[in-house]
């Protein structure tokens, strides 16, 4: 694996992330919610370095299911949402790849009618987007590359590295092929 930004590299971009969110907040109150799986160690992170009043919620969504490397339609499930009406809330999540998980939260997050709702991603993967919609806060942008580490993940795995590497397509095949539940990404191939 070829290593796109190591542990110190995060540690900086996330402590960039908090100043922004910290300076944008101007210690009013937020509800953070943090997208299952991929986004857990940035948000663990993260919480740590914010100086508002918080209160920490989470959703799981996903458009890879099994072996695919092609989104299907997305699910989300909200029963671990907490209370957003008229609150101000930040979505963070993992990745801004094709745009459609963050795109679709936002559109069933509108629907609770906070008072407020931005978004915050750790990465924004160059030309892949396929929606408007652009995250307000970003930690890195990154090539057109499938990416592992840092809570992303690959048939499950990787999830655990402390640095974001590019995998290549040779290391995807041997992990699917020694995995027997297949390949299953939120983020999916590259193109």
Known sequence: MKQLLSEQQLREGVRR??????????????????VL?????????????????????????NSYRGAATTPGPLSIN????PQIEGRNV??????????????????QFAAH?????RSAVLLRKAGRVQVSLQPDHVGFEIPN?????????????Y???????ALEPGEMTAVTDASPRGASSAEGPPS
Not at 21 to 27: A, E, F, G, L, V
Not at 98 to 103: A, I, N, Q, R
């Open 90 to 107: 930040l979505v963070v999540d993992d990745i801004f790849d094709t745009g459609h998980t963050l795109s679709g939260l936002i559109e």
């Open 159 to 165: 999830r655990n590295l402390p640095y974001v590497a």
């Open 37 to 61: 799986t991929g986004s857990v160690v940035l948000l663990a992170d993260l919480i740590r370095l914010l100086d508002m009043p918080l209160e920490v919620g989470l959703v799981q969504a």
């Open 113 to 117: 009618r906070p008072e407020l709702l």
């Open 145 to 157: 590359e499938f990416v592992v580490g840092y809570g992303l993940d690959y048939a499950n795995l």
């Open 17 to 34: 992330l908090a100043d922004e969110i910290n300076t944008y907040y101007q210690r009013r109150p937020l509800v953070i919610v943090g």
């Open 78 to 81: 909200l029963n671990l949402l």
